[in-house]
């Protein structure tokens, strides 16, 4: 982790094995500095231990884990319109909108499925961070599906040796694996635009 400000998605995989309050605090002690943006994927108490250790840390819920979430409250058949009608709340144009869509699912689904309206307003607060930015640039931190996907090409590469000579050896390795996915993997168009809103949102935070 760079001591510099940067964003950071989590993966609840990876979280679970400790107290989120801890693994911060971790991460604060090796040097890291500022986190300005934290994508988690729902692990209770995370974005209460980030803002507890980054007061000024914009903690944004992975829309994709929350979705899938509410999906599982929903039989087969209703799934496909359940989805569309969800996609409405996190594709309006703003925050307000956003939330008269969720008061229209709720109004539609209530009667069938009532645990999926409340548990979006119980994350309300980590669902409207990405209203703030562009359109095309929500996209990038709406989930924590990047990050997963590099931590399943780290496993990988890992698993086919199955055991290392050094702890420097399985760092080569890492290391190596990384490269290959930032050479090899798919590309995000929106980052450029994406650092130039983050330098206007952030100010001396992101030049930091």
Known sequence: ???SASPVMASARFWAFG???????ELKNR??????????????GFPEAITAAFPEA???TCIVHLVRHSLNFCSWKDRK?????LRRIYSAPTADLAKADLDAFEEKWAGKYASIAPAWRRAWQEVIPFFAFDPAIRKIIYTTNAIESLNRVIRKSIKTRGSFPTDEAAT?????AIRNFEK???NVREWSAARNQFA?????????
């Open 19 to 25: 107290l989120p309050r801890t693994v911060i605090n």
């Open 81 to 85: 319109v359940v989805a569309a009608d």
């Open 172 to 176: 080569k390795l890492i290391y190596l």
């Open 1 to 3: 982790m760079s001591p």
């Open 184 to 186: 090899d993997g798919r």
């Open 58 to 60: 914009m903690v944004q």
């Open 31 to 44: 040097g890291t500095q500022d986190i300005l943006i934290a994508v988690v994927d729902g692990l209770k």
């Open 200 to 208: 206007i949102m952030f100010g001396e935070r992101f030049d930091a």
